[in-house]
T-cell receptor, first 113, second 112 residues
């Protein structure tokens, strides 16, 4: 079945550092890929998505590129802020976006001033 | 607020009691999903509706769990004869047929 694997956290960074969170997936078809973020005490928020190979999703300075050849969707941000401290979840859905999501286990990111 | 709304936000119940949670999706969204999230894990899919039809149920959804979406609007998730293992965050999400699902803030259930 479908699965998503994320790098384990916590990831601790200093402000203005470069952030990468690795995500790889296994799927039978051509999934859509997502990154969700969960800030402390809040619900999951859709951060960005990509629906086909080589698409790049971007939002709030975060980017991720759908790499079919490596089955990956790594999240990157060039200069993190303390306010980026959160748990980040990679997810996929089979077929068109809007179908049920399969999530990775989440990666906690802590940005220190 | 036009986001997904879930009530209650927190529920503490004794083992063996029944509980019901409500989800109000974004108004134009025809798809509605329920997920369960335990501490330190990613959300796990439970069930989903397209309009009022329940189209898929996970095998995680035991016979003690039932979900409804009358008239294709709000949805309820009921857990009968709660067990301590049911303690979790229950998340509702909604979407159009295309587009990433949008999540509510969840209902945290504690079974004591």
């Amino acid at each position: 079945g479908d699965s998503v694997t994320q790098m384990e956290g916590p990831v601790t960074l200093s402000e203005e550092a470069f952030l990468t969170i690795n995500c790889t997936y296994t799927a039978t078809g051509y999934p859509s890929l997502f990154w969700y973020v969960q800030y402390p005490g809040e619900g999951l928020q859709l951060l960005l998505k990509a629906t086909k190979a080589d698409d790049k999703g971007s939002n709030k300075g975060f980017e991720a590129t759908y790499r079919k050849e490596t089955t990956s969707f790594h999240l990157e941000k060039g200069s993190v802020q303390v306010s980026d401290s959160a748990v980040y979840f990679c997810a996929l859905s089979e077929g068109a976006a809007g179908n049920k999501l399969t999530f990775g286990g989440g990666t906690r990111v802590l940005v220190k001033p | 607020d036009t986001g997904v709304s879930q009530n209650p936000r927190h529920k503490i119940t004794k083992r063996g009691q029944n509980v019901t949670f409500r989800c109000d999706p974004i108004s134009e969204h025809n798809r509605l999903y329920w997920y369960r999230q335990t501490l330190g894990q990613g959300p796990e899919f439970l069930t989903y509706f397209q309009n009022e039809a329940q189209l898929e149920k996970s095998r995680l959804l035991s016979d003690r769990f039932s979900a409804e979406r009358p008239k294709g609007s709000f949805s309820t998730l009921e857990i009968q004869r709660t067990e301590q293992g049911d303690s979790a965050m229950y998340l509702c999400a909604s979407s159009l047929e295309t587009g990433g699902p949008f999540f509510g803030q969840g209902t945290r259930l504690t079974v004591v």
